[in-house]
């Protein structure tokens, strides 16, 4: 099984912001009185999750009044149903890895037992006890948690509305995240976290770092697992080099791998879900597709994507400009095309990884309170990882053609 992460580029906008070099912060949590029933802050972040707490902590430190705006649970993705519970089901699979391999350095340790029920309940005491840890954070830091749906405003300066209250500050950052995209019956990776036992046959679809992580903990755990994807390999977006190795790497831990082939219609049938299977030929020596069928089906788990999230948020009617995508438009400096406005992490749609929006959450602190002008993150070159079954690889984001591009350039 695999843990990795990828980068996307994402065309950005120049928005100019004029900022003081001395920043004066509010009383703490003052409302003005001139303007009823507003709360009024220095920094408002709309979005719990990785890079929305990094930038409120770091805006908090500086001295600004700040609030944090949740719908959900703080710690966002990776806390609740990403990167957190994912390795520790990785860790699983990796302990049941070693199992197979006890005998032969001399341990004799019998016929082993694994309990999902009593993993599950594990993990989860383990995120609930990441999300109090969270919300004691911005309790100490004096930030201000309220929990709901926000909503911007048309009001003249930026506001956000949420449970009937408004909020508005000079400096609002969106960091909302991303949601998995699915496709009707079946789950995707966060009803994967909702399995209340270990599935006997399983079918992930899609050729992502996630459909290829679920399907190898899925497999290596005991759940016979096939894997649909549209082209010859997994981690297409990757180096081809790393892509074909993990490939080669899935189909040796024992998952059943459909290359070129997509799933054309599922059912529902007394034993489970019906998949009906179209596969092309390879070589593409002719357009015939064979049709298969894969049955009693328990788990069919879709991981074809994330779509930025912010149904809601109104961001259409105040001018903030999206990409074709849905993902909020920012340049260099996570400006929006709306002054006052920022974003950062997955809404962005640029390097969905963790330690990159806390890294961009950071930097705009710095450069929104404590006037360093040019703080910024760089996303030329991302380091990235992946965990495979028995490796541990140190990867580069830029791939090598990108990188003889850049040396030509040189």
């Given at each position: 099984?695999?843990l990795?992460?990828s ?11 004029a ?14 009185p001139?303007t009823?029933d507003?709360?009024r802050?220095?920094?408002l972040v709309?979005g719990?999750?990785s890079?929305?707490?990094?930038g ?13 705006i949740e719908?959900?649970?703080l710690?966002g993705t990776c ?15 990796v302990h049941?890895?070693?199992?197979h391999?006890?005998?032969d ?16 309940a594990?993990?989860d005491?383990?995120?609930s006890?990441l ?12 930030i201000?948690t309220i929990?709901?749906?926000?909503r911007?405003t048309n ?10 209250k408004k909020y508005?500050?000079p400096?609002i950052l969106?960091a909302?995240g991303?949601?998995l995209?699915w ?10 976290f909702e399995?209340?036992s ?21 497999s290596t755990?005991?759940?016979?697992t096939?894997l649909?994807?549209r ?28 290359k070129c082939?997509q799933?054309t219609?599922?059912k529902k049938t007394d ?15 002719n357009?015939?597709e ?6 009693q ?10 779509q930025?999230h ?7 009617e105040?001018?903030i400009?999206?990409?074709?995508r849905g993902?909020?438009i ?17 809404v962005c ?6 330690p990159?929006?806390?890294a961009?959450?950071?930097k705009l602190?710095h ?13 030329s ?6 965990l ?8 580069v984001?830029q791939k090598?053609k990108?990188?003889?591009?850049e040396e030509?350039?040189?």
């Amino acid at each position: 099984m695999f843990l990795t992460r990828s980068c996307r580029q994402l065309s950005s906008v120049s928005v100019p912001v004029a900022l003081s070099r001395t920043f004066v912060p509010r009383r703490r949590m003052a409302s003005d009185p001139s303007t009823e029933d507003i709360t009024r802050l220095d920094f408002l972040v709309v979005g719990g999750g990785s890079g929305g707490l990094a930038g409120a902590r770091r805006a908090a430190e500086l001295g600004a009044t700040t609030a944090v705006i949740e719908s959900h649970k703080l710690g966002g993705t990776c806390v609740n149903v990403g990167c957190v519970p994912k390795k520790v089901m990785w860790n699983a699979a990796v302990h049941a890895e070693y199992l197979h391999d006890h005998s032969d350095y001399g341990f004799e340790v019998g016929q082993a037992h694994f309990s999902w029920e009593t993993l599950k309940a594990k993990r989860d005491a383990y995120v609930s006890h990441l999300n109090r840890i969270y919300r004691n954070n911005l309790d100490k830091a004096k930030i201000q948690t309220i929990q709901g749906q926000a909503r911007f405003t048309n009001d003249p300066e930026p506001t956000v509305e949420v449970n009937g209250k408004k909020y508005t500050a000079p400096h609002i950052l969106i960091a909302t995240g991303g949601y998995l995209q699915w496709a009707g019956l079946g789950i995707t990776s966060d009803g994967f976290f909702e399995l209340e036992s270990l599935p006997k046959r399983s079918v992930v679809v899609g050729a992502g770092y996630i459909a290829v992580e679920m399907a190898g903990i899925l497999s290596t755990l005991g759940s016979k697992t096939s894997l649909i994807i549209r082209q010859s390999g997994v981690l297409r977006n990757f180096d081809s080099l790393i892509s074909a190795n993990c490939t080669k790497e899935l189909q040796n831990s024992g998952v059943d791998l459909w290359k070129c082939s997509q799933v054309t219609s599922v059912k529902k049938t007394d034993t489970g879900l019906e998949l009906t299977i179209a596969t092309r030929d390879l070589e593409r020596k002719n357009d015939e597709e064979k049709i298969s069928t894969i049955e009693q089906v328990d788990c069919l788990l879709w991981a074809i994507g994330r779509q930025p999230h912010t149904s809601g948020l109104n961001i259409g009617e105040i001018g903030i400009e999206t990409d074709d995508r849905g993902h909020i438009i920012v340049d260099e400096f996570q400006n929006t095309s709306r002054r006052g406005i920022y974003a950062v992490g997955d809404v962005c749609g640029k390097a969905l990884l963790t330690p990159v929006a806390i890294a961009a959450g950071r930097k705009l602190a710095h450069r929104l309170f404590e006037g360093k002008e040019d703080s910024k993150l760089d996303y030329s070159c991302i380091p990235l990882w992946s965990l495979a079954t028995h490796q541990l690889e140190q990867l580069v984001s830029q791939k090598r053609k990108q990188l003889k591009q850049e040396e030509k350039r040189m």
